[in-house]
């Protein structure tokens, strides 16, 4: 690794061309989420528990800045739109109401010959074992349910049977009329909820985008039924442009409308923003036109009113209701890989994640040329200047050179490195982790440089 000074600038080359393949990128992401501290097996020191991660002191602010800028976009910056924290656990009259007793499940078969389990609509030829190779050897399917259950209270009895949630989704439904009541909103409105959901998965993987145990970003959006098409395709059309605002390239994306076969029961319309992940195109967020079957079928089994009476017009009308739903951990994956980038730097390899200001870890990392006292002090000012405002990493141990690298990886937008000039200018050098440009600016000014600079 080059030890390169605060003055000495640094030129990007070309892309390394070993890193071009989709499973040479997959492999590189997994190694760095685990170096990085992004992302470590859960239980690890147990020999693991599958299909469920640790999010490590920089992936877990990467996540919480993801859903932080969905939040953002979702509820922040909109007048129509409120929040919603609902409960994990709940009881089975909301999951019969809501279908997911009878319906949320998948047909599962066994292998006669090696005895494992796969899904039956996952596998590429139904009458051959993809683990073991035998033709024939599958058992009849049957259906699986993939809620979690527990008990709530001391005696386990059918009376205490509670379900951990598979989605979000049913705690807006059932507070649909208290958040009518108490927020002032009217349709078209929404209800917006990030949170955990559970889902006993026969077959997890590829990392985080598939796992037992996740977090989801999901909006109700209840609309007249005259304007529920409209308001669909508006949906379609604004959560594709917000990967593509946080730094997706559009080649990277697509919109993809389910074919009639693929919609479920209760949708008219439903589309998947997908990803290109390397083992292809895969969901991050579904957008769908669900019509009144949730608002109808929780009014019918508990007996409630779930409708909106509008003084203006003197119409009575049930909602229709528009679902963007989005996965936190898998689209923070995405933004992962797509940020993920290696070139050549003085015949070295430099590793860069080119992630946007709004979703980095640390936005600005300070870093004293050495350790020596009266760098630390002036560094140490430095940091109370800019911490108060972004999240910052301080670091004072290495080569410069190699404390730039490790924030290239980190996807640090932008280092301040405080050096022995700076004892006589009151200046510290500030480096652009994408262009590596750098450039000089007075301790004074620093906090209004970076604000400018990062756009926050």
């Known amino acids: 690794m080059c030890a390169a000074t605060a003055d000495t600038p640094e030129t990007p080359g070309d892309t390394v061309p070993g890193d071009t393949t989709p499973e040479d990128k997959m492999e590189a992401v997994l190694n760095l989420s685990k170096r990085r501290g992004f992302v470590f097996p859960s239980a690890e020191i147990y020999?693991?528990?599958?299909?469920?991660?640790?999010?490590?002191?920089?992936?877990?602010?990467?996540?919480?800045?993801?859903?932080?800028?969905?939040?953002?976009?979702?509820?922040?910056?909109?007048?129509?739109?409120?929040?919603?924290?609902?409960?994990?656990?709940?009881?089975?009259?909301?999951?019969?109401?809501?279908?997911?007793?009878?319906?949320?499940?998948?047909?599962?078969?066994?292998?006669?010959?090696?005895?494992?389990?796969?899904?039956?609509?996952?596998?590429?030829?139904?009458?051959?074992?993809?683990?073991?190779?035998?033709?024939?050897?599958?058992?009849?399917?049957?259906?699986?349910?993939?809620?979690?259950?527990?008990?709530?209270?001391?005696?386990?009895?059918?009376?205490?049977?509670?379900?951990?949630?598979?989605?979000?989704?049913?705690?807006?439904?059932?507070?649909?009329?208290?958040?009518?009541?108490?927020?002032?909103?009217?349709?078209?409105?929404?209800?917006?909820?990030?949170?955990?959901?559970?889902?006993?998965?026969?077959?997890?993987?590829?990392?985080?985008?598939?796992?037992?145990?996740?977090?989801q970003m999901e909006m109700e959006f209840f609309v007249p039924p005259a304007e529920a098409d409209e308001w669909y395709r508006y949906w379609c059309a604004e959560r594709f442009r917000w990967y593509v605002e946080l730094g997706i390239p559009e080649d990277e994306l697509r919109l993809r409308p389910h074919d009639p076969d693929e919609l479920s029961h209760y949708s008219s319309g439903t589309s998947d923003v997908e990803f290109a992940f390397p083992w292809g195109w895969d969901e991050l967020e579904g957008i769908a036109n669900r019509g009144d079957y949730d608002l109808t079928a929780h009014a019918d089994a508990s007996g409630e009113k779930l409708d909106f009476f509008d003084q203006a017009t003197g119409e009575r009308y049930r909602p229709h209701v528009i679902e963007p739903a989005a996965g936190a951990t898998r689209t923070m994956m995405a933004f992962l890989l797509s940020a993920f980038h290696t070139e050549t730097v003085r015949d070295e390899t430099r590793t860069v994640l080119r992630l946007h200001p709004r979703l980095a870890p640390y936005k600005v990392a300070v870093l004293p040329l050495s350790k020596k006292p009266e760098l630390a002090g002036v560094a140490a000012e430095v940091l109370n200047l800019v911490q108060p405002r972004w999240m910052c990493d301080y670091d004072e141990t290495q080569a410069i050179g190699r404390r730039y690298r490790r924030q290239d990886e980190l996807g640090t937008p932008f280092c301040v490195t405080v050096d022995f000039d700076t004892l006589e200018d009151r200046a510290v050098t500030v480096r652009d982790r994408d262009s590596m440009d750098q450039v000089r600016v007075p301790i004074d000014a620093l906090v209004d440089h970076l604000g400018d600079v990062l756009g926050l």
């Open 47 to 215: 020999g693991g528990f599958r299909s469920t991660y640790d999010y490590g002191p920089i992936g877990v602010l990467l996540l919480r800045n993801v859903k932080d800028a969905w939040w953002r976009s979702m509820v922040q910056l909109r007048h129509d739109v409120v929040g919603l924290d609902a409960s994990i656990l709940t009881p089975p009259a909301v999951w019969q109401a809501s279908g997911h007793l009878a319906n949320f499940t998948d047909p599962l078969v066994d292998c006669r010959n090696c005895k494992e389990r796969f899904r039956l609509d996952k596998l590429d030829d139904p009458e051959v074992c993809p683990n073991c190779g035998k033709h024939g050897t599958f058992t009849e399917a049957r259906q699986f349910n993939l809620m979690f259950k527990t008990h709530a209270g001391p005696v386990e009895s059918a009376g205490t049977e509670a379900y951990l949630r598979p989605e979000t989704a049913q705690g807006m439904f059932m507070n649909f009329a208290n958040v009518l009541n108490t927020s002032r909103k009217k349709p078209p409105f929404g209800i917006a909820q990030v949170g955990k959901s559970f889902r006993n998965e026969i077959t997890p993987g590829n990392f985080v985008f598939r796992t037992r145990e996740f977090e």
